[in-house]
């Protein structure tokens, strides 16, 4: 199996793992494996792998924003 994310036969990809991850969030590998082990991220455990949905990264992301306080503009 490709260490770096796990593919159905149709070529989508359906989990990255951590140094995907770090990759598409700009962390690093090692600030994404201390928000797992806090859970502080949404993962997926398969057997020791520690893997990601893509869907659920990006919807984490979006849920991490701040709003915009109008009179700080």
């Known amino acids: 199996m490709n260490n770096e994310i ?3 036969t149709n070529g989508e990809i359906l ?3 951590v ?3 770090a990759e598409a969030t700009r962390l690093s590998v090692q600030t994404i494996y201390i928000w797992v082990s806090q859970r502080r991220i949404p993962f997926v455990k398969v057997g020791r792998r520690t893997l990601f949905d893509p869907k659920d990264i990006k919807a984490w992301i979006e849920s991490q ?4 306080n109008q009179w700080n503009k």
């Open 6 to 8: 796990t593919k159905p």
């Open 15 to 17: 989990l990255w793992d």
């Open 19 to 21: 140094h995907k991850t």
């Open 65 to 68: 924003k701040v709003e915009v």
